[in-house]
Each structure stands twice: as structure tokens, then as C-alpha cells.
């Protein structure tokens, strides 16, 4: 029991620091990408100007995915250090966008609008 107590007591802390050191946070894996991949992807990616001021941001990608971009107001008790010009004030919609990880780097498909030609 004591044994149990202390791993739980360790694991803990190392738990707390993860979930400091990222702008971001995985809410829920898909059945396409692992874990890791995603982090991979999220890390090797450029997000300035996907943040918001206030509020959290959501990315969804196309095996169901849910990542949550933390607000300068969640990240501001943090050690993490994001330059100013990459908080939006205005909140975007990504609804428009099919988001996918190919080769370790995460991609965004813009849906094309056909129109129609005389």
C-alpha cells in the first residue's frame, strides 16, 4: 500500500509539469494518430496567430483528434512565453478546414468552393 502511495505521489508532479510545458493540449485521440504523433506534428508546427486573448481555441482533426489551444489568460501563470502578435482578439472559426497528420508534420486541406464558369 505504501509502495503504491509513493509512486502515486511521484508520477503526480511529473504529470502537473507535462501539462506546463505545452501551449497546447491533447483532449482526446482519434483512431488514425497515436499520442505521439501528435505531440510530434504539434511541436514541429507554427500556431502564431491560432491563439486567442481569453478564450481556448479547438482544432479537430480527421479522425476525430481534439486538441485545445490554451488562451494568454491560461498561459499567463506559466513558464511558457509566446510572443504577443500571435494572440488574436477577434475568435476565428476552423470549421472550415479538414486538419491531418502525413509524415510527422500536421497539414490543413482548405475546402475548395467551386464556381461556376459561362
Request: glycine share 2%.
Amino acid at each position: 500500500m505504501n509502495y503504491l502511495f509513493g509512486v502515486v505521489i511521484m508520477i503526480l508532479p511529473l504529470t502537473l509539469l507535462s501539462q506546463e510545458i505545452s501551449s497546447f493540449q491533447i483532449v482526446s485521440i482519434g483512431n488514425k494518430y497515436s499520442n505521439e504523433e501528435v505531440n510530434t506534428a504539434l511541436l514541429k508546427a507554427d500556431f502564431c496567430g491560432y491563439y486567442h486573448k481569453t478564450e481556448s481555441i479547438f482544432l479537430r482533426l480527421d479522425d476525430e483528434t481534439i486538441i485545445k489551444f490554451k488562451s494568454k489568460a491560461e498561459l499567463e501563470n506559466t513558464s511558457i512565453s509566446i510572443n504577443e502578435s500571435c494572440f488574436e482578439l477577434k475568435k476565428f472559426n476552423l470549421d472550415i478546414e479538414t486538419w491531418l497528420i502525413k509524415d510527422s508534420v500536421l497539414l490543413c486541406e482548405l475546402k475548395r468552393l467551386n464556381s461556376k464558369t459561362k
